[in-house]
């Protein structure tokens, strides 16, 4: 219980005071996502058929007892986190034994930097793995035996909310479902089961089977590449190799959020310590193949069963990712291998214990090298005082400061890059519109709520070597300002521009895309663009 407690204490000090996400973009839409759930609108996904609309539910709640604010938005990531530690023990109890998991609690409870980052955001991950750790905990009950109605219906209803929330969850519920076939083949068999199992997930997923098959016919057009496979065996392979040499390291041992002093002391130890927890949990823990008849019923060796679920759980998620059309990114794609963190504690608990019965200097070996990853993970979270906490709680007084400057000189609409408009659009409740330039990232259609009229406008970028290159692009005339360190604004002359709000953001979208492209400098893409529009030329620049 003290640890459970301490973890959750963790995840506050993680989200509070309230600062400005790495990932402000994405967080937003949970705010922006809520506001339409107040509205009466009650929406099925953050955007057309991708992450599941269920955090944005809970802020909701939290913005009718609180107000529509940073803190109210930053409280829904912590209540999911501390359920989702709670659910998790739960599962680690049930596959491991009460001593087992006793020795993993602690690595779930501190959080790798990876896992910190991205189940502490409101941007549909917390409420990914909290289904994913009911699944995992709810398939260890029924696997050891437990058939009671609440115990079924839960298992299929986290299934089918999962499948809601994100395609993601496939690389879990798949393999808990395999790995549950093989423990109890028999369950297959009984009608109640059956009935059960269908009805309970096709409630949970009925939300995303309307959406694709009646409301939202077209709409996942844009996002199609969230379920387009990878484009051939070449791809699949370099996306493999980006798994293995990228994605399993920064999740287990991820210096890209703060690499401090200690972190860096500690991170090749941290690295060997889960590389040889999982060799020794994979190839010397695994179960003798004396018969099928060892991993199966319900009196099944705790170990052999959580070996057999955690290679199936590896297998499935690394697969889905090599083979899908997203593991082609490059970048921090970690998160598609978030369901692995869970599998984590299992393989460091079961090596540690192994490692603490060889005497007195193994018992000393396995608390020295258990402290070193859990302080390797708390050294690399976003603490407050940390540099990296700094930096996010000065981002946020930018913002405010931003706004406050827009609203001084009464700004309509502002265009920018999705990561710094949408941040801006929600603060100001939508009074400064804020369309993305990257027509993909427009989630929520704003530019489509351009008024056809003369708008004030304002230019914003984080460099103001960027924003003159846009703004030359573009023909456009005025001054660009530096307001701090992360915002430069432009403002153009004459503001309104003569051309009505659509044709002025048609332009400067163009323009952007233009100014964007890698490789050669712009001047043939631009000089595509119409010509300016009386008022906006580049004279007298």
Not at 76 to 89: D, E, F, S, T
Not at 244 to 255: G, K, N, Y
Request: glycine share 8%; net charge positive.
């Amino acid at each position: 219980a003290l640890v459970l407690l301490a973890g959750i204490a963790l995840r506050v000090a993680l989200a509070f005071p309230p600062y400005k996400y790495r990932d402000d973009g994405d967080s937003v839409l949970a705010g922006m996502c809520a506001e339409r759930v107040l509205a009466g609108k009650y929406p099925l996904f953050f955007s057309p058929g991708r992450i599941g609309a269920l955090g944005g539910y809970l802020a909701a709640l939290l913005f009718a007892w609180f107000g529509e604010n940073r803190a109210a938005l930053a409280a829904g990531p912590v209540i999911v986190g501390a359920l989702q530690l709670i659910v998790w023990y739960l599962f680690l109890r049930e596959l491991l034994g009460s001593k087992l998991a006793l020795i993993a609690v602690p690595f779930a409870a501190a959080l790798s930097p990876a896992a910190a980052r991205w189940m502490l955001q409101p941007n549909g991950y917390p409420e990914i793995m909290l289904l994913c750790s009911t699944t995992l905990w709810l398939a260890s009950r029924v696997a050891r035996g437990d058939e009671s109605h609440l115990t079924v219906i839960g298992l299929w209803l986290s299934i089918g909310l999962a499948g809601w929330q994100s395609l993601l969850t496939l690389g879990c519920s798949l393999p808990a479902l395999a790995w549950l076939s093989w423990r109890r083949p028999g369950l297959w068999r009984r009608r109640r089961w059956l009935l059960l199992a269908t009805g309970a997930a096709l409630l949970a997923a009925f939300p995303w089977i309307a959406f694709h098959l009646a409301v939202g016919r077209g709409e996942p057009q844009a996002n199609a590449v969230a379920i387009r496979p990878a484009p051939g065996i070449p791809a699949m392979v370099d996306n493999l190799g980006y798994v293995l040499s990228h994605d399993l390291r920064e999740l287990v041992a991820s210096t890209s959020v703060s690499a401090s002093w200690l972190q860096t002391r500690l991170l090749w130890l941290v690295l060997a310590v889960h590389l040889a927890a999982a060799v020794y949990f994979f190839v010397a823990a695994a179960p003798a193949w004396r018969g099928r008849a060892l991993l199966r019923g319900p009196a099944a060796p705790p170990l052999a069963a959580a070996w057999l679920l955690c290679a199936l759980l590896v297998l499935g998620v690394v697969v889905l990712k090599v083979i899908s059309s997203p593991g082609g990114m490059r970048g921090p794609t970690e998160r598609y291998l978030l369901p692995i963190a869970l599998l984590v504690p299992v393989m460091l608990a079961v090596s540690c214990a192994r490692l603490a019965r060889a005497g007195a200097w193994g018992k000393a070996a396995a608390w020295t090298l258990a402290a070193a990853v859990v302080v390797f993970d708390l050294a690399g979270v976003a603490l407050p005082g940390t540099p990296v906490r700094q930096r996010c709680a000065a981002r946020a007084v930018s913002d405010e400061r931003l706004l406050a400057r827009l609203r001084r000189e009464r700004i309509e609409a502002i265009a920018g890059s999705y990561w710094l408009v949408y941040p801006i659009d929600w603060l100001s409740h939508h009074r400064i519109l804020g369309p993305a330039m990257e027509p993909l990232h427009d989630h929520y259609n704003i530019a489509a709520q351009i008024p056809d009229r003369g708008l004030r406008w304002a230019l914003i970028a984080g460099e103001p070597d960027q924003l003159r290159r846009w703004t030359e692009c573009a023909r456009l005339t005025g001054l660009i300002e530096t307001v701090d360190p992360f915002y430069s604004v432009f403002r153009p002359q004459p503001n309104p521009p003569v051309e009505p709000g659509p044709a002025f953001l048609q332009r400067v979208t163009m323009a952007y895309r233009f100014t964007s492209l890698p490789g050669p400098p712009p001047g043939s893409g631009c000089s595509a663009l119409p010509p300016a529009a009386a008022g906006t030329s580049p004279q007298g620049r």
